[in-house]
């Protein structure tokens, strides 16, 4: 007969709980989901003072557009820089991608964040600035389709991949270890010893 201390049962107790629920977290876990490029979001308003020193101005006869990125998928954001002669009143940017936008002054030049249509079909577009004096600027907005993001990886392998079998059984089955593996430990640490002669 093989006699069991109370720190060797509370050890195989230990390794019945944790190794169920660490052979189950790979499983879990799935396939990476790819992640969406990242959208350009409007810049925080100014603080009140001088403008940043690092940061040029345009010179004040400059009338330009400029969208940020050029290449862009539907439903994103893009970022619009824009200056007229007088940057201290809004002005119009005008697109087939995103409609009409107004853009606001900010640090010397006008920008807004406007997001590209859903219904916008791949190709170029024109991005339109109308200064409030009647001058005018563009430039091209390129809007591509929206990569296909798989929901889930090939029915390949073992695990999480797999089309049908045991995949929806690994958690069960390893919460029902983990259980057990418990009960097994308190009912051999209760256990009253025997003394030997």
């Known amino acids: 007969m093989v006699s069991v201390t ?36 409007p810049a925080a308003e100014p603080a009140p003072g001088p403008p940043d020193q690092g ?29 007229c002669r007088d940057n201290s009143v809004p002005a119009i940017v005008v697109s087939d991608a995103f409609g009409r936008v107004q853009v606001q002054p900010q640090r010397g030049l006008l920008t807004a964040s406007p997001m590209v249509n859903e219904r916008t079909r791949p190709g170029n577009y024109r991005v339109k600035l ?39 059984l690994l958690v069960p089955v390893g919460l029902a270890l983990t259980v057990a593996g418990a009960v097994v430990g308190v009912a051999a640490a209760r256990r009253p010893r025997t003394a030997r002669r």
């Open 6 to 41: 109370r720190g060797t049962a509370l050890l195989i107790a230990a390794a019945a709980c944790t190794a169920p629920l660490l052979a189950a977290a790979p499983a879990l876990a799935g396939p990476p989901a790819a992640a969406p490029p990242p959208a350009v979001l």
């Open 55 to 83: 940061q040029q101005q345009p010179p004040a006869d400059l009338i330009f557009v400029e969208v940020t990125p050029s290449t862009v998928e539907v439903g994103f954001l893009v970022g619009l820089r824009a200056s």
């Open 130 to 168: 109308e200064c409030p004096s009647g001058q005018t600027a563009s430039t091209m907005l390129q809007v591509v389709k929206s990569a296909v993001r798989p929901s889930r990886g090939p029915a390949t392998g073992f695990g999480g991949t797999a089309g049908t079998g045991f995949g929806k």
